[in-house]
């Protein structure tokens, strides 16, 4: 394993030297990246013999009649929270195939460093056994992390955090941050999953203040901060395991420092934005962080503003659709469409972007912007060395230093994208009356030019972290570049 990592070090180390390869530095916290550079150095020198064993699974297709549900290992998760994640019930007759789906479900909670069903014959059916190992679920840690993944003292911020994920047992989470340095803020959040134990309706909320670097101004070289402050409540309704609505209400307060004639909707300079939404979410991914089939899909619709208001009034439609197939074994086949409409006079700091939270690989430091904004991705991802667990014995880590997984799969991709702006707004971009920087895209009013990029990666299995990718992209010039990202792209 050692020897791996040496040979996978040697390239990258040849490409950057003789390629001048630019690297892009993720926003990691200090936990995330601890937990990274520890897992990976176990990893590369652990005995092989430590990994866990598979072992061989009867046919997939094979009935069961299931009579009884036991849950072992959840010390502080209730088992309302992993049972209402699964199809499978007491009383049914399912397959192999259809447990597996259920076990990864409930490993997308997020809550567990493994999750196991075994089968039991009993004499008049089945008894399944669901066995987790919980995680570490509050954090209280330090902030560290570069802005817009670059790596530059001057884009640092820092300050604390504390995240529960499991909050009383119920996957509640609780998080409050504040910190410092380039673009400073701070937040709280408070959701709860089911309320009162209802697994049909669940709440979240949140209340922040940032002071953030306007995009629209970065990218005409000019240091202009927008003040923001406000917060939402959002009550949602689960029609069933896999669909979801819910209505959200928000307010905001934003203004530029130091303030910018023209560039609010209010002619004071401090807009007001009271907003409204609803989205719909069909979610059939068997596993959140690295799904080998389902689809996933959600719409949502954003009044800013009250009705007929003189200044603050206009929408945007927002769609995400995503589809993975297993197309032979492991090998999975992924493909993404992201779509952003916008309708009447929109502000600079609610433009669609490219270059900062959504990015096209190969393109990956471009920064553009429109008020419409597509973006299609398509990927394959294969096995290199399958996901294994070992365990830590130490003492101190007690059961949180079981089933820590490790696993590498590689990956090739492709992306394109466009930006455009609404017809009825051309003439003020043209007169100069409002500033945008569209790059390659011009004042084009329909999706006519767009930009690709493609190439391959690494996709590195961590507990905690789950996912840390390291890709090399290319545009059509084979210009390359190193991306270190986390999470899966899609």
Known sequence: MAGLFSFIGKILINWITMQKIRIHFIQIANKQLACFIFVLLVFAFVPAGLFAQEFEKPSLSQPYHITEIVIH???KTRPSVILREMR????????????????????????????EFSLEEVDIGSK??????????????PIFYFNDREYKWEKASYGMSVLHSNFRGNAELFSVAGW???NPGAYLIYSIPAINGNKSYFLSSQFYYYKLRSKTFELLDEEID????????????RINLENSVQLAVGYSRIKYDPAVMGQTLHPAGRDNLPSLSLTYTRNTRDLAWYPSQGSFLSASYQKIGFWNDAYVDYRQVTLDARTYFT?????????RSALLLSDGQIPPYN??????????RGRFSERYEGENRVLSSVELRFPILPVRYIQVEEETLGNYGRNLKFGISGSVFLDMGSLWIQKANIERYRSGEMFISSGPFGLQTQPEKWVHGFGAGLNVHLPYVNIVRMELGFNKDFDAEVIFDAEIAF
């Open 88 to 115: 499978t019930q007491t009383g049914d007759t399912v397959t192999i195939e259809e447990l597996n789906y259920d076990a990864r479900r409930v490993e997308s909670l997020g809550l567990f460093t493994r999750v």
């Open 180 to 182: 410092l340095g380039y």
């Open 226 to 237: 927008e003040k923001q402050f406000g917060g939402s409540l959002a009550l949602g309704y």
């Open 73 to 75: 290992g959840n010390k």
């Open 351 to 360: 433009r669609a972007y490219f270059g900062y939270r959504l990015r096209i």
């Open 327 to 335: 197309v032979y074994k492991s090998v999975i086949l992924a493909g």
């Open 128 to 141: 399944l056994r669901i066995d987790v190992t919980e995680q570490w679920y509050l954090f209280p840690w």
